[in-house]
């Protein structure tokens, strides 16, 4: 992933299924998604106090480590 502003990009070599972001303070403009091998995902993070070093993504993947 990276940060482009406010909004974190996120990619994949290989299709994510139920990924889910959490650990910052703040709204996400979606939260819950497949993301699809090649595919680009825009989210839009909406507020001002959050610590962009606490951000953690988890998929299905590692739920079933």
């Given at each position: 992933y990276s940060w482009n502003g406010n909004n974190i990009i996120l990619e994949s070599e290989k299709s994510a299924f139920q990924v889910y972001?959490?650990?910052i303070n703040a709204h996400l403009s979606d939260n819950f998604f497949t993301?699809?091998?090649g595919e680009t995902k825009e989210i839009?993070?909406?507020?001002n106090d959050f610590d962009k070093n606490n951000l953690v993504i988890w998929s299905l993947y590692n739920l079933n480590k």
């Open positions: 972001i959490h650990g993301l699809l091998k839009e993070v909406l507020g």
